[in-house]
């Protein structure tokens, strides 16, 4: 297949255009404000909710139910990216769980206090579903395009991902605002939120098919022959044989698993922090997280102008160490402006990290495997256990301190973690090693 072919680009980018609305509406905005105003005990403003039986406060809850849905998509992703790359059916399991997420985020216009429990395990099924294509589709990364434009074409995916959930984003606000304008009663305060929900699953399902229609499905024209799930995994144990002969890209690993659990952390709580711990007004929030989307959009190439020029590691040390810098300010935070001002630092350096990692393992891999997925699915269960073990770190901390400013002390130590290990990635060595798993691949 022709690299660098502007239709597949485009839509492969245009991706992150429909799925980034979960990200901004159901991870980080409208879904926790929402959610924590549900679980909120009307009569008694008690926090706590019953979830199977167990008693917990709603803001663990939340914390551990994206544990949980990382945790599962973690087990399950090596092994249906292998079956993928053998059948060379990756756009079809995209597409799967594309599905998943979007349809769950649809269920979720039915959320009120009475189907609390089931909504939960929508939002579970719906992070499955964001996380599960998220591996395939990063894995056309070094399939579409040739390893000079990896970060470029990275940052602009994300940056379109930014700019087509603000846009949905500010739909969303203006119904919640202005409800009357929708011909929506303004006493009927549950109904715009899950309106919100419904649109998210909407533009999710509808835009995807633009990135469907245009990315090649069999991009190898392989011809799999009997069962796909054995053959899947002996495909794992093959890529696991040539991984193991990569150490600059396990060191690169270990690194991402540190600094990945503080990113992503800070990003799937920052919500909920800013309600509990600062108890800031519903409009502070959204601002701040507008402001986040926004700033992002050029970090996410600014940080990839920086890697062109001083490569990649050393652009993603910038971007660590700032992390480090913005949980010790979160620490200290006391007030509206200064919540401002920090998310204003996190939009620099969130689309860089975010986008400079991506494509800087996509340049680790062999540039000879076609098993692309199964390569990626490495990278995405670093990711998700990271998620899982930062998200319940986080949470066990609170529950047991009683306060989250403690578990924004926990996230440093992470990041401090990433930054030695990254610290001690050769690219040279990183290259000499992909030449020499060339040579046993060819061989």
Known sequence: ???????ITNAWCFYDWANSVYSLVITSTIFPIYYSAVATNPETQSTIVNFFGFELESSVLFSYAVSGAFLIIALLSPFLTAIADYSGRKKLFMQLFCYLGSLSCVGLFFFTRDTFTVSVILFVLASIGFSG??????????????????????????SMGYVGSVLLLIFNLAMIQQPEWFGIASDNKSLPPRIAFLTTGLWWFGFAQYSFYHLPGNVYNRKPKGSWVLNGFKELKKVWSQVKQLPMLKRFLLAFFFYNMGVQTVMYVATIFGIEELELEDSALILTILIIQLVAIAGAYGFAVLSGKYGNIRA?????????????????IRGEFDFYVLAAIVGSVMGGVQSLSRSTYSKLIPATTIDHASFFSFYDVTEKVSIVLGTLAYGLVAQLTGSMRNSILALIIFFALGLIFLSMVRWKKAIGAEQEVKANVAS
Do not use: H
């Not at 894995?139 to 602009?156: G, W």
């Not at 993603?316 to 200290?332: H, K, R």
């Open 1 to 7: 297949m022709q690299k660098n072919n502007p239709k």
């Open 133 to 158: 294509s998220i591996v395939f589709y990063n894995a056309y990364l070094p399939e579409i395009a040739t390893e000079d434009q990896f970060d470029k074409l990275s940052a602009r995916g994300f």
């Open 316 to 332: 993603l040390i910038v971007a660590v160490i700032t992390w480090i810098g913005i949980c010790i300010g979160a620490y200290f």
